[in-house]
């Protein structure tokens, strides 16, 4: 069975510092990964995914993660936090099967 | 394209009521999976339908739900009788999956919900 943990639930950053979000998997195959991000009312975006290929994935609004295989992490990051990033980040696996199974999300909050 | 089409946004029914959701694929896709967002529970998935035939309704809470894919490129999702513990940002997705699919096909298109009350 295919799971991620994302710790804790609510992270805050100042505008311009960085942000990491942390994720770890759990998977019996070689996962796919992915993160979505979820701005208030509305549904999820996707914000980059990891198929396999390189393993530093780029992504929309600035976004990159590193797949890490020895630490079964896929960890999202952006070097400055904008005021636009405030928004729920959420971490998903896919394993065997075609679904995806979700993370608990974090809520970002950037400060001024 | 316009992307995954929900409706109705928001729906408010009374308990025991029987309410359906509904679905627009993407098109060209032809994978269609129902999450239900919750505080508690987070984002789970209910079903998933592979070209219009459920693969996986592991999920689904009990008899009271049931979807369907009457054509390739619309689902229901319908709950009845309706219960206050239903209340709950429910999700449709749409993916294309199939052997020739791309890196690039890889991840879900969201709807953008509706929120159900039951009061």
């Known amino acids: 069975a295919q799971s991620v943990t994302q710790l804790g639930s609510h992270v805050s950053v100042s505008e311009g510092a960085l942000v990491l979000l942390r994720c770890n998997y759990s998977?019996?195959?070689?996962?796919?990964l992915f993160w979505y991000v979820q701005y208030p009312n509305q549904g999820l975006q996707l914000l980059l995914k990891y198929t396999s290929a390189a393993t530093l994935v780029k992504g929309i609004n600035g976004f990159e993660a590193e797949f890490k295989k020895s630490e079964t992490s896929f960890h999202l990051t952006k070097p400055s936090a904008h005021m636009s990033d405030a928004a729920e980040y959420f971490c998903a696996v896919k394993g065997g099967s075609e679904k995806l199974v979700f993370g608990k999300g974090m809520k970002l909050t950037v400060n001024p | 394209d316009a992307g995954v089409i929900q409706s109705p946004r928001h729906e408010v029914t009374e308990m025991g009521q029987e309410v359906t959701l509904r679905c627009k694929l993407i098109s060209g896709h032809n994978s269609l999976f129902w999450y239900r967002q919750t505080m508690m529970r987070g984002l789970e998935l209910l079903i998933y339908f592979n070209n219009n035939v459920p693969i996986d309704d592991s999920g689904m809470p009990e008899d009271r739900f049931s979807a369907k894919m009457p054509n390739a490129s619309f689902s229901t999702l319908k709950i009845q009788p309706s219960e206050p513990r239903d209340s709950a940002v429910y999700f449709c997705?749409?993916?294309?999956?199939?052997?020739?699919?791309?890196?690039?096909?890889?991840?879900?298109?969201f709807g953008s919900g509706t929120r159900l009350t039951v009061v």
């Open positions: 998977s019996s195959v070689p996962p796919y």
């Open positions: 997705a749409s993916s294309l999956v199939g052997w020739d699919r791309g890196p690039e096909d890889y991840g879900y298109t």
